[in-house]
Every structure is written in structure tokens, then in C-alpha cells.
């Protein structure tokens, strides 16, 4: 705005009476396109739900003055090209990438040399084999390419027919619906999001036992940055909520497909459901939360929360079986909580948590807990077959090595290990949701969640070891577990988690 960059979703449309907008689709064509194809060759991008805003960002704050100068010419130009870029990303969140692809393709535009090892520009991809490697990891079909970071890969509720009705949830089991948002929000009551003085708890008691080791966590939100949203005409097929994103399963039980079908049948014209970001966070499922207690031959109990009567036999099965095949000598029980919905759909729910105690467990018997190890390899050995391998140096920085089979393409498998480095850092170090004694979720803003800014990502250092020959699998939730272990153990091996909220900015 006037040349300023602004955040749209907090700019009242007052504001901007007589001040000149540019929006990504005014830039000029050369400068959107740079920026696109930097994106595209770093992996910077995955769902692409955040990425327009950070292009404009990185526009205004890269390209402006002597940036480009200064960065492939100064010495120590780099570190205040990466400076810059993580204190313009303060006003963003990407949940996909792990921020670094983002600075790397900074680098690019603005002519810095890209770190050594990280990303190759060299030669043609094959963006449909880049298309498949991102199903497997994400979950569901995704598309690689220009199209994602402009914004033109269209999530659900762009794809609505105009002049439909639109409804949002009421707080009370039902919908608000109207002609507008405007209006729709109005008959529901709708009650703007808040953060919370409150601390995440620790819902499960660790058993009781002699144990070796032991761990309690607390609720997770998922944080996928595009809310739930459909829309359906009447008799017809719901759209999909997921978009150009798998939304590390937090989507898989999502109602609103049903919804708008039920709404656009009694309403007898198209209906669009439309989830806010407070609405996700109240009625969207979180990762369960855990607790455990291991004895050093890997024996041991591991209680995972459930509230009551919300278990699914099929899914629960499925996830004992899981954690049989990471730690064979967990004993798996439920355990009732009072709180919001979890889902065994998400990330590696559960047989992550199982992963990372047995991980830990060779260093863990030889070693002072209290000084944390670094340094030292961690190994994890998914149940489909991926293979990853963690280690936290001295200086907080972090290497992985993944086997994944035949990577298919080098960017993407790259970007989906480095974004789970970021959410298996602010998983054990800084994440949590507080829910007060009711089981209400208190904290209803992205930034009250504890995820991990730009300037608090450590540098990652990839190497993808698959063979072409082995058949593809999904291994960034592999990575998620072993970096968890690796940092759980460079911590000390506290007994909660989050070990240190105020890694993200949280007290």
C-alpha cells in the first residue's frame, strides 16, 4: 500500500480510500516471474496457501534499494540478505517448508550464492514425478510448479459458484447462514479469536512404574494455514477441503464436505461452509497427547489421551499396530481426557512419539540426562519403510540424512524433510494449545501456538540417500520422529514437553 507492504487480513478496507494497492498480480510480470521460479527450484513452496503474501513480502524488502548489489558483491552480504529475510517473514507464517527454501530462494533472486550443498538449479525437473513425490509426503494429489506460488492453483472455496449462500459455525452445534459473509457471521455470533495467559497442560499422568525414562505431552494443533472450507450445490458432490495440501491429516475428518451438502439440499441452492481460524482451532482435531514410561530394555507403558467416547476402533487399532513396529515392548492404553477432538490421522500420530523413546534410549543409559548429548546420530526406522537419521551439533544447527526409495524429485523431498525439522523442533521445544478445566481451547490465534519464526530455524543440512531402484515412500514423518529424538536428547530428555516455550517468542 503506497509502496508499503501491508497484511491484508488485518488492513480494514477504510484504509486504503485513496492509497495505491498492488496486489502479486500487479507486480511486474518480471519480478513475480523471478520470484516464482526461485520458489519453485528451492522448493520454497508446497502448498502455496501462504506463499503469494511472502512473495510480496520478500519483493518489497529484497528488491528494494541495494539489496541485489550488496548481496552478490559485499562481504557478509549473505548473513544481511538472510537477516533481512527472516525479520520481513516476522509478518508470515509458512507451516510447510521450514522456512529455510524460503531464504534460499531469496538468495537466488537477489544473486547471493546459495549454501553450499543445498539446492541444485542445474538441468530440467520433471514436475510430475516433483507432483508424486509430494502426494506421498503430503497425503494427498498436489501440484508442483509456477501456478502454486502465484496463487493460481485454486484451494476449495475458490472454486465456489457465485451467488451461493455462505455458513460459518455457530458455537452451538448449528450454522449461521446468510447471503454474505458479512451476514452469515452475524447470525452465527461469531466471537473474534484470542490468545490465553493459560500454560498447555499436561492432560495424561505419567504411569506410575520404575521407569528409565519418561514423557508427557501436550495438545497439538495441527496449524495448517488454510481453514476448512467447501461448498456444494444441492444433489451434487461436496468440494474437497484439502486443496493443493495434505494439512498433515488434520483434515481427514474435517465435516464441512457433509455440511454443505446438507445445507445445500435444505437451503435448495449452492451453500459454501466456511471455517475461520478460531473455528478450526475449537472443533478441528488436535495430536493427541501422551504419556509414557520405559525401562532401558524398551519395555514400558505409553497412555495416549482420547476424550471420551471419541475413539475410533479401526484407526486405534491401526495406530497399536504402528507402534508394534517402531517399539515392539510398548504396551498401548487409553487414556480419557477432557479437551478438544484428536485424530490418529495426523503426522505420524502416536508411533512418532513411540519412535523418538526408543531412539533415545542407547544414549539415554550411558549418559548424564541432565547435560543433553549432541553431536551423536539418531536413527529412525519408519513402519513404511523410510529410514532417517538426526544430528543436533553444538551450535544448535542439524543434519539429516533420509532414505526415502527413489526420491523422484531431489527439491521437493528435500523441502517436505526440512519443514518436518521445523515441526518436530517446535514440537518438542516450543508448541503446545492451553485448555482450561472445561476442555476448551484457550488458544485461538496462529501466533498463540508456539510454532517456530524464521529467525529461530536453525540451519539444516539434507542429504537424500534413497535408491532409484527401491520403490518410493513417504519419509519426512521418519524425520520428524528423529529430529524430535535428536533435540529431546540435546535438551537433557526433560520429562515435558514443550521444553522451552520461549523458543518461539511464547513465556
Given at each position: ?46 502448498c502455496g496457501f501462504c506463499t503469494p503474501g511472502i512473495v ?134 461469531k466471537v473474534q479469536g484470542r490468545s490465553t495467559t493459560i ?37 451434487g458432490l461436496p468440494a474437497s477441503p484439502f486443496g493443493n ?263
Open positions: 500500500m503506497d509502496g508499503a507492504p501491508r497484511v491484508a487480513c488485518v488492513t480494514p478496507a477504510r484504509r486504503v480510500a485513496g492509497r495505491e494497492v498492488t496486489t502479486l498480480e500487479g507486480l511486474d510480470d518480471a519480478v513475480r516471474t523471478r520470484w516464482a521460479e526461485a520458489l519453485v527450484t528451492t522448493g520454497g513452496s508446497q510480496m513480502r520478500l519483493a518489497a524488502a529484497v528488491e528494494a534499494g541495494s539489496a541485489e548489489a550488496d548481496a552478490s558483491s559485499s562481504p557478509g552480504a549473505a548473513s544481511r540478505l538472510d537477516e533481512t529475510v527472516d525479520k520481513a517473514l516476522l509478518a508470515h507464517l509458512c507451516r510447510c517448508t521450514g522456512w529455510q527454501t524460503i531464504t534460499e530462494a531469496a538468495r537466488l533472486v537477489a544473486g547471493a550464492t546459495p549454501a553450499p550443498g543445498s539446492i541444485s538449479t542445474s538441468g530440467s525437473r520433471d514436475l510430475s514425478a516433483a507432483a508424486r513425490r509430494a502426494e506421498i509426503e503430503g497425503g494427498v494429489p498436489q501440484s508442483v510448479g509456477l501456478d502454486v506460488v502465484l496463487g493460481q492453483e485454486l484451494f476449495a472455496d475458490d472454486r465456489a459458484p457465485a451467488g451461493g449462500l455462505v455458513a460459518v459455525p455457530d458455537g452451538r452445534g448449528g450454522y449461521g447462514v446468510g447471503a454474505t459473509l458479512a451476514e452469515a457471521r452475524t447470525q452465527a455470533g500454560a498447555p497442560g499436561h492432560p495424561v499422568p505419567v504411569p506410575e512404574g520404575e521407569w528409565d525414562l519418561t514423557l508427557a505431552t501436550t495438545w497439538l494443533e495441527p496449524a495448517y494455514l488454510e481453514p476448512d472450507s467447501s461448498w456444494c450445490e444441492p444433489g495440501g495434505g494439512a498433515f491429516g488434520g483434515k481427514a475428518s474435517s465435516p464441512v464436505a457433509d455440511e454443505a451438502r446438507r445445507l445445500a439440499d435444505e437451503h435448495g441452492q449452492p451453500v459454501r461452509v466456511l471455517w475461520s481460524r478460531e473455528d478450526v482451532v475449537r472443533y478441528g482435531p488436535k495430536r493427541p497427547p501422551i504419556a509414557a514410561g520405559v525401562r532401558g530394555d524398551g519395555t514400558g507403558l505409553l497412555r495416549v489421551g482420547m476424550p471420551r467416547g471419541a475413539v475410533d476402533t479401526v484407526a486405534w487399532a491401526e495406530m497399536v499396530s504402528l507402534v508394534a513396529a517402531v517399539a515392539p515392548g510398548l504396551v498401548v492404553e487409553q487414556a480419557t481426557v477432557l479437551g478438544p477432538p484428536v485424530s490418529l490421522d495426523l503426522r505420524a500420530a502416536v508411533w512418532a512419539e513411540a519412535a523418538v523413546l526408543v531412539a533415545v534410549l542407547p544414549y539415554m543409559l550411558d549418559t548424564s540426562r541432565q547435560d543433553g548429548v549432541v553431536d551423536v546420530p539418531v536413527e529412525v526406522m519408519s513402519p513404511g519403510g523410510s529410514r532417517a537419521v538426526a544430528r543436533i551439533a553444538a551450535d544448535g544447527s542439524l543434519a539429516v540424512e533420509v532414505d526415502a526409495g527413489d526420491p523422484l524429485d531431489d527439491v521437493v523431498l528435500r523441502s517436505y524433510v526440512i519443514g518436518a525439522c521445523h515441526q518436530a523442533l517446535g514440537w518438542v521445544r516450543s508448541e503446545g494449545v492451553a485448555v482450561d478445566d472445561r476442555g476448551e481451547v484457550q488458544d485461538l490465534t496462529v501466533r498463540s501456538f508456539g510454532i517456530l519464526q524464521a529467525r529461530g530455524m536453525p540451519d539444516v543440512d539434507v542429504t537424500l540417500a534413497g535408491e532409484l531402484m527401491r520403490p518410493p515412500v513417504n519419509g519426512s514423518d521418519a524425520v520428524i520422529a528423529a529430529v524430535a529424538a535428536a533435540r529431546w536428547l540435546a535438551d537433557g530428555l526433560p520429562r515435558y514437553w514443550p521444553t522451552d516455550r520461549a523458543s518461539a517468542g511464547r513465556g
